[in-house]
């Protein structure tokens, strides 16, 4: 069949995000959690004005993850706020404020379960229901490929490109680029030279650039493996994620890979291989693993002494290479804006609904 088209985000109501807390407040402590549904706010602005309403810094304000512009979705942050309860305010429009409790921690990246998503899509043939349910329940078995999704690289997928520039230090093709896709270098700096130019990047951006470039390369080790039939199985010295874990990993041997019980694990997704978000600190695999991840790095014209200048930023990570996905649910129909299909499904912390869609969509149609 010929690749579909569709579209998602249409109205806000059409894409609902909820975060899966990690845990519960304790009900006492120097933080406020909040309990937040937002609509049409981005998380910088929700941030900013959360920190403005109470009148604390940003910086004091914490969340467990990211949430998309063009949605509602509810999520946790917390305030950190030592003296004692304060009168809740007003956080003003497109915010609601489901709850409060106090806590003894502040909320930090990656402190939730997962989320759960409420998708509708548009612009896709109904008819179609019975071959995007059947690869949905294929992911449900298999995993979903936990590859980075669009957003991850910016407008025009640049951010990736920058981020090779700055460690490569090639300052004239970074310069170059940076002028071209961000107006405020040009403004600001516009007369320096391309060096001075890219110091000047502000640490945030010059962080986002690098995990970009780190998401791109993560993406290739695993199109590669995919390629090959080896992203849903582990290989002897592969460092195996255990999905129900705490996020540790533990290198895969010969004995363990003959375990029967392993097997069983492995086939029905509560064990992963890993992929590398390169970094001075990153634990490598052995074997074959190694050479797919090393060649790849290799073909970027990156090198581990590159990665070593930007230690600071870049100290290096494990990812699965594909993620567990629950509660499942397909339904179609129309309503007064005409034809839809609504995906629900969970999926853990750090990986992207978009992907998820794209792969049921553009796999089954």
């Not at 998602?8 to 933080?31: C, N, T, W």
Request: charged share 25%; proline share 5%.
């Amino acid at each position: 069949m010929q690749q579909p088209t569709y579209t998602i985000k249409q109205r806000p109501e059409e894409f609902k995000v909820d975060e899966i807390p990690l845990y519960a407040p304790s009900g006492q402590g120097e933080h406020l959690l909040l309990g937040i549904r937002k609509t049409n706010i981005s998380h910088e602005e929700l941030i900013r004005r959360v920190a403005k309403t109470f009148g604390v810094k940003r910086f004091d304000v914490g969340s467990a993850g990211r949430k998309d512009l063009r949605a509602v979705t509810t999520q946790v942050l917390s305030v950190y706020l030592p003296h004692g309860e304060s009168d809740i305010p007003d956080l003003g429009e497109g915010i609601d404020l489901l709850w409060s409790s106090r806590h003894d921690n502040k909320l930090r990246a990656g402190h939730l379960i997962g989320n759960r998503f409420d998708v509708t899509v548009r612009d896709v043939n109904p008819s179609h229901i019975v071959y995007v349910n059947k690869r949905m329940k294929s992911i449900q078995a298999n995993g979903l490929p936990n590859s980075f999704g669009p957003q991850r690289f910016g407008t025009g997928g640049m951010n990736p490109v920058i981020g090779r520039l700055l460690l490569l230090e090639d300052w004239e093709a970074c310069a170059s680029l940076l002028k071209e896709s961000n107006a405020r270098f040009t403004e600001k700096w516009g007369d320096a030279s391309p060096k001075k130019l890219c110091e000047r990047i502000p640490k945030s951006m010059r962080k986002l650039y690098l995990n970009a470039f780190q998401s791109q390369l993560f993406n290739e080790v695993l199109q590669t493996r995919q390629e090959n039939g080896l992203l849903n199985t582990c290989l002897e010295g592969d460092l195996v994620w255990a999905h129900e874990g705490k996020g540790s990993s533990f290198e895969l041997d010969e004995r363990e890979l003959a375990n029967d019980a392993f097997v069983k694990r492995m086939v029905s997704c509560k064990v992963s291989a890993t992929g590398p978000m390169f970094g001075a600190k990153m634990r490598q695999p052995s074997g074959e693993p190694l050479e797919i991840e090393q060649h790849v790095l290799e073909r970027s014209g990156v090198t581990s002494e590159h990665i070593a200048v930007e230690k600071r930023l870049m100290n290096g990570a494990r990812r699965p290479l594909r993620v567990p996905v629950s509660q499942v649910a397909l339904t179609s129909g129309v309503d007064e804006h005409g034809d839809f299909m609504r995906l629900q499904f969970e999926l853990p912390a750090g990986s992207y609904a978009t992907v998820f869609i794209n792969d049921v969509l553009n796999a089954s149609l």
